[in-house]
Each structure stands twice: as structure tokens, then as C-alpha cells.
């Protein structure tokens, strides 16, 4: 018995070869910067309209299916931010690297998990009405991607799906 169990313990470890250590394209990365209101903290939607607000990084834009997105591990999520005020730091971990197209979005829940509205996006140029997409490689810290959101000039969108 004990032989067997030293026999079995041996061949699992022979069979491990690299141990726990992630593939190539699995390292994490991280992307940050700020979600900056420019209409001003004054504009933002009264509390029942506005319940979470939260950054996205999605492989498509438009996002086709962000839920099954998430659920599948295309898309990533920050944790629940700050709301009601004028610049709010944000961080997203990229688990799947590297992501070859990705777009940074902010969303508000304004109801159920799916009833979601796009604010705004990571764009180069403030003017600009589409998010410019940007390349997560493997292991690295993105920062400075900032989200801007106009509230009296909200991106155009279709329903989250």
C-alpha cells in the first residue's frame, strides 16, 4: 500500500514537469488611469440612475455580448468605482495576455446587472466620437488611459447584450 501510494505520488510529480507556472499567454497585465467627467461632477445622474460604475476592457467595439464577454474571459471588469465626482481613478486586470485589440469603456448600471449605459471611452484625441483601441501585452502596466465622459454628450450605443 505504502509503495503504491509513494509510486503514484512519483509519477505526479514527474508528470507536472513545468509545476504551477502559467503558460506565455497567460501573465496578467494591468491597465489604469482616470475616468474624467469634463461635463463636471455636477452632471452626473441622480443616484437612482447611476447605481455602479464600473471600466470595461472589451475585444470589440461595439461590444457585441459583453456578459458572455466576461463570462468566457474576453472581457475584463474594474471593481465597483466611485461615482458623483469629477476624476476617479480606475484599475482593470488583464488575466488573458496578450489581448492583440482591446477598448477601455465606462459603464453605469442603472438598474439589473444588464441594464448597463456606456459613458465613455479611452480615445487619443477628446474630440473624437469612437474609442481608439489599444494592444495589452503580456506582463506590463499600462497607465495614463484615460476614460472621458461628457454627460450632456453621451456616446451612442446599442443595448448591452
Do not use: H
Not at 474630440?127 to 450632456?152: E, R, T
Amino acid at each position: 500500500m505504502k509503495v503504491a501510494f509513494l509510486s503514484l505520488i512519483f509519477a505526479i510529480l514527474v508528470s507536472c514537469q513545468g509545476g504551477v507556472t502559467p503558460n506565455d499567454g497567460d501573465r496578467e497585465s494591468f491597465v489604469s488611469g482616470f475616468i474624467i467627467v469634463t461635463s463636471g461632477s455636477s452632471s452626473w445622474p441622480k443616484e437612482d440612475s447611476c447605481k455602479e460604475l464600473r471600466v470595461l476592457v472589451v475585444p470589440e467595439y461595439p461590444p457585441y455580448n459583453i456578459i458572455a464577454d466576461i463570462l468566457e474571459g474576453r472581457a475584463y471588469l474594474s471593481d465597483t468605482l466611485a461615482r458623483f465626482i469629477d476624476t476617479i481613478p480606475y484599475l482593470v486586470k488583464i488575466q488573458r495576455t496578450p489581448m492583440a485589440k482591446a477598448f477601455i469603456l465606462a459603464s453605469v448600471r442603472y438598474g439589473t446587472i444588464v441594464q448597463q449605459r456606456m459613458i465613455g471611452f479611452y480615445k487619443k484625441n477628446q474630440k473624437s466620437k469612437v474609442p481608439d483601441s489599444i494592444y495589452i501585452n503580456k506582463g506590463i502596466y499600462l497607465k495614463d488611459l484615460n476614460v472621458y465622459v461628457d454627460f450632456y454628450d453621451l456616446p451612442e450605443q446599442e443595448p448591452i447584450k
